[in-house]
């Protein structure tokens, strides 16, 4: 199993990023995904999920209406476009992959995580 993210760097607030995953090394299409962010001295945030269909998603109201969440099964990448970006937003952004048996139904959840990137820094700064 292999996720390896993308697409970070150092943008000014109001600024857009689009980050991508590529999964390898397993059924990309029979899992849930999200994206989890972790600040400096802070602990992981979850900010984003999809279904395995990519027609549904969720967001927590700190990012909602700013970050979108995609996936292109036949590419096996998922996405996250984040735009009007604040330096609150600055974090490290992990790809993670749900386990399709978990007990846990809530994505802030970690618990119903069971791989994970390397991360991709996003800073957000004039």
């Known amino acids: 199993v292999q996720l390896v993210e993308s697409g970070g760097g150092m943008v000014q607030p109001g600024g857009s990023l689009r980050l991508s995953c590529a999964a390898s090394?397993?059924?990309?299409?029979?899992?849930?995904m999200s994206w989890v962010r972790q600040a400096p001295g802070k602990g992981p945030e979850w900010v984003s999920a999809?279904?395995?269909?990519?027609?549904?998603?969720w967001y927590p109201p700190s990012v909602k209406g700013r970050f979108t969440i995609s996936r292109d099964k036949a590419k096996r990448l998922l996405y996250l476009q984040m735009n009007s970006l604040k330096p609150d937003d600055t974090a490290l952004y992990y790809c993670?992959?749900?386990?399709?048996?978990?007990?846990?139904?809530?994505?802030?959840?970690?618990?119903?995580?069971?791989?994970w990137g390397q991360g991709t820094q996003v800073t957000v700064s004039s």
């Open positions: 993670v992959r749900s386990d399709p048996l978990t007990y846990y139904s809530d994505y802030a959840d970690f618990r119903r995580y069971d791989a």
């Open positions: 999809i279904n395995t269909g990519g027609d549904r998603t």
């Open positions: 090394g397993f059924t990309f299409s029979r899992h849930d």
